[in-house]
């Protein structure tokens, strides 16, 4: 069934991914609360876009936000179009860990590359791209562009802090 062959190589994706993470100190990321990274844009989203996005109340968001925080791989910030709602944004430690799973993400690639050829691999992709679009959703990206498209802005305010 179509369900069982989307649903596999996804499962294994994210168990290899997670497994390797895990060992490079990214503990506190699970199962459930990795949505809120896989989901959140570059420049950060409010916990009810976040809970629109993942199909799940904002009551459960917010809980997935808060072990987020406090593990330190986002905060919540001041919106500045609205000042009574919060913008979550990943911190450092969250970009850092963006990048270590979008260099997983690619390992991973990789090795599917050697399995099916390249070839394959480009239509795989070519047909799941043309599959989302037809289905009316809209691919931004995955995970792995996200972690590249660090806001300038963000990179800026960090580098100066680093400076001693």
């Given at each position: 069934m179509i369900g069982a062959l989307l649903s596999i190589p996804t499962l294994s994706l994210n168990a290899r991914v997670r497994a390797q993470l895990h060992k490079r100190g990214f503990r506190e990321i699970t199962d459930s609360n990795s949505v809120v990274m896989r989901l959140l844009g570059p420049e950060g989203e409010r916990i009810t876009d976040l809970a629109h996005k993942a199909t799940m109340t904002k009551q459960s968001m917010g809980y997935l936000v808060d072990q987020l925080e406090t593990a330190g791989y986002v905060e919540r910030v001041t919106d500045p179009r609205d000042r009574r709602a919060a913008i979550i944004r990943r911190t450092q430690k969250g970009?850092?860990?963006?990048?270590?799973?979008?260099?997983?993400?690619?390992?991973?690639?990789?090795?599917?590359?050697?399995?099916?050829g390249a070839p394959k691999m480009n239509q795989l992709k070519s047909l799941l791209a043309e599959l989302v679009h037809k289905l009316g959703y809209e691919y931004r990206g995955s995970q792995v562009e996200v972690a590249l498209r660090m806001p300038s802005s963000y990179r800026r305010a960090n580098n100066r802090s680093k400076v001693v």
């Open positions: 970009w850092t860990y963006n990048r270590a799973a979008a260099e997983e993400v690619a390992q991973l690639q990789q090795e599917w590359i050697r399995l099916l």
